[in-house]
């Protein structure tokens, strides 16, 4: 909203009613809330690419161990 008000002041909104300003602030929110969860998803990618490390190298060491090829 801060954004909204320094463009109005500078009158490069002049002609946008009121509900416009209202789908721009919808947009942002909406742009804000889509970045947090691509945040949220790419950490959980990285904490899932850890524990398959963690497995493949656990199932590794449980082969050697038994003399197994486990697949």
Known sequence: MDE?????ENGLLNNIS???YFHIVDL???ALR???ELNHALYRQY???K???AIRKLNA???ESNNI???
Request: proline content about 4%.
């Open 4 to 8: 909204i008000t320094k463009y109005k």
């Open 18 to 20: 009121p509900a416009g």
């Open 28 to 30: 942002g929110n909406t």
């Open 34 to 36: 889509l970045a947090a």
């Open 47 to 49: 904490e899932l690419e």
């Open 51 to 53: 524990d398959n490390e």
């Open 61 to 63: 060491t449980l082969s």
């Open 69 to 71: 090829v486990v697949e």
